[in-house]
């Protein structure tokens, strides 16, 4: 079993930044694959970036060159730097863990979610 806690969301400008961390407890984070999902209203949960075991990346076109990906196996932690946000970036957005070898996830391939946490991007 993994519980993942994630935090760090809130509610920011257009143009900038915010850094959500994932905190997990359990099995050690390193047999896992980890990503950020994320779900607006009225749409379905969409992969926002993936990291796979040995540190690869994996990003969803809207967020490449601004969202950021990255793993500590040591502290157990994910962690996702956002900048130059857009008020279409604004979602709940989910730590997950899946695991696969890959950093190409899916909801269909997570075994474990966190509960979400709220951004917000106002014009």
């Known amino acids: 079993q993994v519980q993942l806690i994630e935090f760090g969301g809130g509610l920011v400008q257009a143009g900038g930044s915010l850094r959500l961390s994932c905190a997990g407890s359990?099995?050690?984070?390193?047999?896992?694959?980890m990503g950020w999902f994320r779900q607006a209203p009225g749409k379905d949960r969409e992969l926002v970036a993936g990291i796979d075991r040995s540190g690869g990346t994996n990003y969803a076109d809207p967020v490449k060159g601004r969202f950021t990906i990255s793993r500590d196996n040591t502290l157990n932690m994910v962690y996702l730097q956002m900048n130059s946000l857009k008020p279409e970036d604004t979602a709940v957005y989910y730590c997950?863990?899946?695991?696969?070898?890959?950093?190409?996830?899916?909801?269909?391939?997570?075994?474990?979610w966190g509960q979400g946490t709220q951004v917000t991007v106002s014009s």
């Open positions: 359990g099995r050690p984070f390193s047999v896992y694959a």
């Open positions: 997950a863990a899946g695991d696969i070898y890959s950093a190409h996830l899916s909801p269909g391939n997570i075994d474990y």
